[in-house]
């Protein structure tokens, strides 16, 4: 019973086999090397090295605290560039940039804030200043002198000159001026050249509009007083907004003369050259 008991636990169980011996595992091995395919081994030069060593300082992590060695390579190559700038950089560039370094010229000095309000010069030099801007050549209306009429007229209503050109605009003003330059002075050209060639003017009134709009020479040629100076006498007028002095002829003919090429003189004029 006890035979049959052990052969049935045989034929459950199985066998259990031993460890294979150390020559079978060899063997085992051997072929098991001989289904893998065969490594090849390939050598890295030196650059491949150094890109290899690039790439793993940068998965370096700040955890580590070797966050600086990336700073100290980006240094280098900063470093390097620098010093090709300087290499290709002209000796009179250094030569500029030293200058401007030391700032030794004036014209490197900074320029001034535009928006900072300028300091007031010290009142001496402000009445110097005034005594500069004066005008000169202020002419006495007691002199024989040729004065301008703009310039008499000023003087005489004791007015600037934009007051001058309101009182234009005034009948009674234009009545006393028209009255005055009639009786009690005489008016002479002084756009011709030679000088001589300056004519007497009688002042008879005074136009209504300026010498930009009066047509000249009653209009036939069709063009205004200002256009005629310019064109005849090469003549350009710097007040053409202001009235005209007119000459009544013979008949109808009226001649037109701008403020500016009259003058007033005192003395009866005389005839001839200088």
Request: proline share 7%.
């Amino acid at each position: 019973m006890k035979v049959m008991e052990f052969l049935l636990t045989l034929m459950v169980w199985g066998v259990i086999e031993d460890d294979p011996e150390p020559e079978q595992q060899q063997n085992t091995s051997s072929e098991s090397q001989t289904d893998q395919p065969a490594l090849n081994v390939v050598e890295e030069s030196g650059d491949e090295i150094e890109e290899k060593e690039k790439k793993s300082v940068d998965l370096i992590t700040p955890a580590f605290g070797l966050l600086t060695i990336m700073d100290d390579i980006t240094e280098d190559k900063m470093d390097d560039d620098q010093i090709e700038d300087e290499i290709n950089i002209d000796t009179s560039e250094k030569i500029l940039r030293i200058t401007q370094d030391d700032k030794p010229l004036d014209w490197t000095a900074e320029p001034e804030n535009p928006f900072r309000e300028p300091t007031p010069p010290p009142p001496a030099k402000q009445n110097e200043d005034m005594q500069l801007k004066k005008p000169t050549t202020s002419i006495s209306l007691k002199t024989h002198m040729p004065i301008p009429l703009i310039e008499y007229l000023c003087q005489l209503q004791n007015c600037s000159f934009k007051e001058l050109h309101v009182l234009f605009h005034n009948l009674d003003a234009r009545r006393q001026i028209v009255e005055h330059l009639r009786q009690s002075v005489q008016l002479r050209t002084s756009h011709l050249k030679p000088a001589c060639r300056n004519f007497l003017v009688h002042c008879h009134d005074l136009t209504v509009q300026s010498a930009s709009i009066v047509p000249a020479m009653s209009g036939y040629l069709g063009i205004t007083v200002r256009g005629y100076y310019y064109v005849k006498h090469n003549f350009k007028l710097c007040h053409p907004y202001l009235p005209c002095i007119i000459e009544f002829g013979g008949g109808h003919h009226r001649s037109f003369y701008p403020l500016e090429v009259l003058c007033v003189i005192k003395n009866k004029m005389k005839g001839g050259c200088n």
